[in-house]
């Protein structure tokens, strides 16, 4: 079912909402972006259109909404433990198409890696429902459509942002917040077909040792820093870690917690005893680099990455992933159509 709204009629299907569901979309926050007198646009709580940010990609993906940056998992004293209290409310999150089929690979992650599942993650996932945000020009370093990460069927509805807002609805279950507050019209999302960046990725099966040991990535041993920024922008890195908080109050007590990783981080590989492998700034980028567009493939029959272009569009050494993935075609030949 599709509609035409007006924006006083939507803001006001969003209120209703708001009384089931806590909703998400991209925000402007003035002041707070990498440099003096800059925004930032990120995932935060809305309650009418003008506070959605459209014309600007955000700079943060909204996986942090399904896979919290900090997350309890337990609380402990002595000998007891009690999981923390969820709140139940449902979500709803205005996103783009590449970023639902971001959410597509943490699923795979999180829910179809192996038998069991990760139960955290799918608390939060299982109360999520998704508005794409209709994209057809993209934004610069976009390389979705390469990545064919540029259209999706899972959503529960889609909107054409204009002076009037076009539904098109197919969760039934959202079909009586919005039918009395539109009219009936045909439309059908469009999604982009070309971005600025094109990206030829390799063919898989041409990968060998010889690419892992190519001088191409000394050239990321030089220019890396491992901030960890391209990790924590990216909609499909899933990598966290363990951390055991004991109060001061009592030692006895304390909380567990889960936290954002990232393999470009030091200290991310580091073992007891003191050993940690690919030290090598490099080395870090090679296996980022052969996960998002090999291993990940080979394993799922898709590409990790989704072309959002938000590690290029972070860097401060100006390190674009897209080149490095056209790098590593040039080395082993264009994938086979």
Request: proline letters at 2%; aromatic letters at 12%.
């Amino acid at each position: 079912m599709s509609l035409k709204l007006s924006r006083e009629a939507f803001d006001d299907v969003l209120k209703d909402l708001g009384k089931e569901y806590k909703i998400y979309a991209p925000i402007r926050i003035k002041g707070e972006g990498r440099f003096s007198d800059t925004d930032v646009v990120r995932y935060g709580e809305v309650s009418g259109l003008d506070e959605i940010e459209i014309h600007e990609k955000a700079h943060f993906s909204p996986k942090e909404i399904l896979f919290p940056i900090t997350q309890t998992l337990f609380y402990f004293t002595e000998g007891e433990y009690q999981e923390p209290k969820y709140d139940e409310k449902k979500i709803i999150v205005f996103l783009r198409p590449c970023d639902i089929n971001g959410v597509t690979r943490l699923d795979q992650v999180f829910l179809e890696n192996g038998e069991d599942k990760d139960i955290y993650y799918e608390r939060l996932r299982e109360k999520v429902k998704f508005f794409m945000i209709e994209c057809i020009e993209g934004f610069d370093n976009c390389f979705c459509v390469s990545m064919d990460a540029n259209k999706t069927e899972k959503y529960a509805a889609a909107i054409r942002f204009g002076d009037d807002m076009l539904v098109e609805i197919k969760d039934e279950a959202l079909i009586n917040a919005f039918q009395e507050k539109g009219e009936f019209v045909n439309f059908e999302p469009t999604f982009i077909q070309e971005n600025l960046v094109n990206v030829k990725l390799p063919d898989i099966e041409q990968i060998t040792t010889e690419t892992f040991e190519d001088d191409m990535w000394k050239e990321y041993a030089q220019r890396c820093i491992a901030c960890g920024r391209c990790n924590f922008v990216c909609m499909t890195c899933s990598c966290w870690t363990m951390q055991d908080i004991a109060y001061d109050e009592n030692n006895s007590s304390g909380e567990r917690r889960r936290a954002w990783a990232g393999c470009h981080v030091d200290g991310f590989t580091d073992m007891a005893g003191g050993h940690g492998f690919r030290k090598n700034y490099g080395d870090r980028m090679r296996f980022k680099t052969m996960h998002k567009i090999n291993d990940f493939k080979k394993r799922n029959g898709y590409h990790m990455c989704v072309g959002c272009g938000r590690c290029d569009d972070v860097c401060p050494e100006y390190i674009s992933f897209s080149s490095c993935i056209n790098k590593v075609t040039k080395l082993v030949g264009e994938e086979r159509k």
